[in-house]
């Protein structure tokens, strides 16, 4: 039963520790939405796949509920902010990014992948990462994607209807669409012996894996052997592009680094093939700006290293390598 499991109450670990206003949900939440609500929740994002606002009467057609029945569930899901209502143009509702986000928790919840949601720890420009604790009381990172809200928001009103269907129906599709980017080349690349986290499961526009035990190298003011650093940062690249593979973020927010100096590469959905028409420059522009941040914040140059290792050249790295 799904809601027995949602209602175990996450370990100590998991409990929010910062201020409720860094907390994105209330897990509780999860606990009191009944059945034929979850049902009614996950009618509204069906009827989005053609739909704007999904009316009320969609909604029951689809859910199977009584239109009575569809419409006391809505109210509830319209009080925890779950959907959105709207009648300008029609009368009618529409998923929410947060009702998005508990479809996806529930599901993980559903199939055991994790017991509760805590902390935030990281918000990208096109993401909110936070802490969760899977049924073993292991800790692990939940990367939810948020693409084209913006947009969204600045072309909405300008729209006719049908264009505005696809432009609102764009953020669901985006942001899932980068999730199962991610988790694919995460899970190809552990494979691979890269070091990254272990891909753990995708739903919708959610990434579960594991938890990095480190930093950001953004948060981290001194290294103690920069060049040991930045020599793997530089293999890493060499190593994708020797698999065909450019980062294209390859910066001091996406590399991770623990105590022992050893680095983990995270945020791949942007990643690009090596036959990119602009392939040399993407690759030029990580690796400048590798050269730049490990000069600014470690005042490091590898070309004043004796250990230093010399700039890979593109086209020697990636010509004739795996993946072509
Ligand atoms: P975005 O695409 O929004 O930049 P990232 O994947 O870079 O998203 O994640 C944003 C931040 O969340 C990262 O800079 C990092 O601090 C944190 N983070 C992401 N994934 C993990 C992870 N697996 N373990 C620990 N921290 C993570
Ligand atoms: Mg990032």
């Keep these: 039963?799904?809601?027995?499991?949602?209602?175990?109450?996450?370990?100590?670990?998991?409990?929010?520790?910062?201020?409720?206003?860094?907390?994105?949900?209330?897990?509780?939440?999860?606990?009191?939405?009944?059945?034929?609500?979850?049902?009614?929740?996950?009618?509204?994002?069906?009827?989005?796949?053609?739909?704007?606002?999904?009316?009320?009467?969609?909604?029951?057609?689809?859910?199977?509920?009584?239109?009575?029945?569809?419409?006391?569930?809505?109210?509830?899901?319209?009080?925890?902010?779950?959907?959105?209502?709207?009648?300008?143009?029609?009368?009618?509702?529409?998923?929410?990014?947060l009702g998005y986000d508990f479809l996806a928790i529930k599901a993980f919840v559903n199939r055991g992948a994790i017991a509760g949601v805590g902390r935030r720890i990281g918000v990208g420009k096109e993401s909110d990462v936070f802490e969760v604790v899977n049924e073993e009381g292991e800790t692990l990172a939940l990367k939810l994607h948020r693409l084209g809200r913006t947009s969204f928001r600045a072309v909405k009103s300008k729209r006719d209807y049908l264009k505005s269907t696809t432009t609102h129906t764009n953020w669901l599709y985006l942001s899932r669409l980068a999730a199962l980017k991610e988790h694919a080349f995460m899970k190809a690349l552990g494979d691979n012996g890269f070091p990254v986290p272990r891909a753990v499961d995708v739903n919708r526009h959610a990434v579960l894996m594991s938890m990095v035990d480190g930093h950001p190298l953004t948060q981290v003011q001194k290294l103690g052997d920069p060049g040991k650093v930045y020599a793997q940062c530089v293999d890493q690249l060499v190593q994708l592009a020797k698999c065909g593979l450019i980062h294209c973020d390859f910066n001091e927010f996406n590399i991770l680094v623990n105590e022992e100096q050893e680095i983990t590469v995270i945020d791949f959905p942007q990643m690009v093939s090596s036959n990119h028409y602009n392939a040399q420059e993407l690759f030029d522009r990580d690796l400048k700006c590798l050269h730049k941040f490990f000069l600014r914040r470690y005042n490091y140059r590898a070309d004043l290293d004796e250990r230093g290792v010399p700039d890979p050249v593109f086209a020697a790295v990636a010509g004739g390598g795996v993946g072509h």
């Design 1 to 97: 039963n799904p809601a027995t499991a949602a209602a175990a109450p996450p370990p100590a670990s998991c409990a929010p520790r910062t201020a409720p206003a860094a907390m994105k949900f209330d897990v509780n939440v999860l606990r009191y939405i009944e059945k034929d609500a979850w049902r009614v929740l996950v009618s509204v994002e069906m009827g989005m796949k053609n739909h704007e606002l999904v009316p009320v009467e969609l909604v029951s057609a689809i859910s199977g509920l009584k239109h009575g029945g569809a419409f006391k569930y809505i109210r509830d899901l319209l009080k925890h902010k779950l959907v959105h209502h709207e009648n300008q143009k029609y009368d009618g509702y529409r998923l929410t990014p």
